[in-house]
């Protein structure tokens, strides 16, 4: 995501959720303020244990496939076959260096991860 970066807010059972662009077609949604619904003071670990699911990685690895040209299917293959498992760790930021994610985004601070509204 750009530095010009665009915030919105839209609420959603009772929480406000930030949804964010640059260019207004490419627009992101907080994964980190709808996990604070769940966990209100670690919200990343819900979003590593919701990435840990075998379904959400397929899900997010065939939204990648549709949408990102550059995508590493084969590094995807391997995480898919991994998912589920005890001892499987996932976090938007390994998926995004090991796959070349461009779906998710992810950063230290306030909002942590964000999803792409497009295609959801």
């Not at 207004?24 to 990435?51: C, F």
Request: proline content about 3%; charged content about 25%; overall charge negative.
């Amino acid at each position: 995501m750009s530095k010009t970066l665009k915030n919105e807010i839209i609420h959603a059972d009772g929480i406000d959720i930030g949804i964010y662009t640059s260019d207004y077609e490419n627009e992101y949604i907080s994964l980190t303020d709808i996990a604070k619904k769940r966990e209100g003071e670690y919200p990343g670990y819900v979003i590593q244990n919701w990435m840990r699911n075998r379904s959400t990685i397929s899900f997010i690895g065939l939204w990648e496939i549709i949408h990102n040209p550059s995508f590493n299917c084969l590094e995807f293959e391997a995480i898919k076959n991994e998912a589920g498992d005890n001892g499987f760790v996932m976090t938007p930021k390994r998926w995004i260096e090991v796959t070349g994610a461009k779906g998710i985004v992810s950063k230290q601070g306030r909002y942590a991860a964000a999803y792409p509204l497009t295609g959801i």
